[in-house]
């Protein structure tokens, strides 16, 4: 199994990224997914989760509001939309495969982490 994010880069403040997350190796719509985030030296922490189909979601309350996740299951392709970027956004970002029950937040319910992307965001 391979997660692969891309779309990072520097952005000011009030902008906008999205990223992807290129899965293979896996029957990609079977699986709920999730984004990570870790800023240096702090944990990873919970953005946000979308269900298998795409017609669910749920954020943490850091990004309820500004990012809206998505998937395309023809393309193993799950997005992560950020709007209205703040500095504290700044942070590597993961994508990952949900293996606990939907409504999981904690890192520990989620594996094949895929390599991050970098988002840096400018004050």
């Known amino acids: 199994v391979q997660l692969q994010a891309s779309g990072g880069g520097y952005v000011q403040a009030g902008g906008s990224l999205r990223l992807s997350c290129a899965a293979s190796g896996l029957s990609f719509r079977n699986w709920n997914m999730g984004w990570f985030r870790q800023a240096p030296g702090k944990e990873r922490d919970f953005v946000g989760a979308v269900a298998w189909s795409g017609t669910s979601a749920y954020y943490a309350d850091s990004a309820e509001g500004r990012f809206t996740i998505s998937r395309d299951n023809t393309k193993n392709t799950v997005y992560l939309r950020m709007d209205n970027l703040k500095p504290e956004d700044t942070a590597v970002y993961y994508c990952?495969?949900?293996?606990?029950?939907?409504?999981?937040?904690?890192?520990?319910?989620?594996?094949?982490w895929g390599r991050g992307t970098l988002v840096t965001v400018s004050s």
């Open positions: 990952a495969t949900m293996r606990s029950g939907w409504g999981t937040k904690d890192p520990i319910g989620y594996n094949n």
